[in-house]
């Protein structure tokens, strides 16, 4: 990092959304900041760009971002004044049935819990109590372990949070809620039989009632760049065009703030951490990969149930035991045939996306660690099931499996988009079992990416803690705990 005069007081390296949130956090104190991109534009999974054919713009990693718009932090912040803009589609969320039915996660939790039949109750007493103090809980759901603001509140969440998918599923009787349940825990990428997936379901479902689940118009990078925007206008420095391996290749700072998981970590500063620190480091787990397949389409995609086409992301894989099969295949190394597949499809809501009456969709499922199994059949096949002639719309495609996508974002090891599997061995102790999760044994280097807590999600909180952290070590300065929210 250099010795004797300090160049700038913080370097933040990766400028994902929790770089970027670190970098916005250290300038917002008055520090000189610089925030160091290894590719050519700034964004990490934010990124947006022509994959197929001229015209058709699609989101590198997702183009769905909840917690975007749920993160206590972005909140705070005056992005809408950078031309952030946030749209939302008619449904949250959508999951088809064979028989041409769906079940829907809409804005009201009233209209969702009915829908279930038999189950609203049983619904609104899992998801109403989230949904009714979101506003108290979320900046503890979205922290380090720490004393909760309110104990009482939290306790009550975690009970049923830390308990796995499988479990709470069978207070469900009907087909419907079971399902549009699978859809919601399988986004915790690992195995439904695992404790704390149902945290991943009860979290994603309230913020669909509280905020929606919206798209970025003009597409993910639309986010990045609005962060990056306000970072610079406070008078942050941003280098592009630097993929950094170790840190002498840094100016000399004060404080050094690594956007990277453990892997990338023990590569760039392993000289600087302790043995016991590099150990645990080397035993940290990647979960499962996606393997994404991104469309140039001449039509909507043709869902059977209306409520699809509506919605801004799609949940295909029928029954909460079809999809629990195949996330335990594939947590196994095994591929599935039929697996899970998360769709979205921003064009039916964002017309900047495609040509004049043209459309983008894409699609991933999960798959082992490092597959290199091209599973494009296989997640074609599953919207067909869904919605018959898809095919037929489909003008040109772009596949990426998990080594193509690990080769475009480092921090996306094997394919794992969350930065380590969030299991319970993982949920606070993410990358490894100390005081601060967020410090390591280096004096003055953090860790500020999805390999911390909170875990994965474009919400910045975690480069918003670990920024907090390390002004508050090595610059003596406490900021509020909570920002103030932009109204």
Known sequence: MGAGQKEFDAVIVGSGPNGLAAAITMQQAGLSVLLIEGKAEIGGGLRTAELTLPGFRHDICSAVHPMAVASPFFQSLPLAAQGLEFIQPGFAAAHPFDDGTAAVLSRSLAQTAKSLGADEQVYLDLIGPLTEHWDKLVADILSPLTIPSHPLLMAQFGCKALRSAESISRKFSTRKAKGLWAGMTAHAIQPLSNLTTAAIGMVLSAVGHVHGWPIPKGGSSSVAAALGAHFISLGGKIQTGLMVKTLDELPAAHAVLLD???????????????????????????????????????????????????????????????????????????????????????????????????????????????????????????????????????????????????????????????????????????????????????????????????????????????????????????????PQKIE
């Open 260 to 482: 990277v998981t453990p892997k990338q970590l023990l590569e760039i500063a392993g000289d600087k951490l302790s043995w016991l620190y590099q150990r645990q480091l080397r035993k940290y787990d990647y979960g499962m990969g996606v393997f994404k397949v991104d469309w140039a389409l001449s039509d909507p995609i043709p869902f059977t149930a209306e409520e699809t086409r509506q919605a801004g992301t799609v949940h295909i894989g029928n029954t909460f035991g079809e999809i629990a099969h195949g996330e335990k295949l594939s947590s196994a190394n095994i591929h599935p045939e039929q697996p899970f597949v998360l769709l979205a499809q921003p064009s039916v809501f964002d017309a900047s996306r495609a040509p004049e009456d043209k459309h983008t969709a894409w699609a991933y499922c999960h798959v082992p660690n490092g597959s290199y199994e091209d599973m494009t059949a296989a997640i074609e096949n599953q919207v067909e099931r869904f919605a018959p002639g898809f095919k037929d719309v489909i003008l040109d495609k772009h596949v990426m499996n998990t080594r193509q996508i690990e080769a475009y974002n480092p921090n996306y090891i094997g394919g794992d988009i969350n930065g380590g599997i969030i299991n319970l061995a993982q949920l606070y102790t993410r990358p490894a079992l100390r005081i601060s999760p967020y410090r390591t044994s280096a004096k003055g280097i953090y860790i500020c990416s999805s390999s911390t807590p909170p875990g994965g999600g474009v919400h910045g909180m975690c480069g918003y803690h670990s920024a907090r952290q390390a002004l508050a070590d090595v610059f003596h300065m406490k900021i509020p705990h909570l």
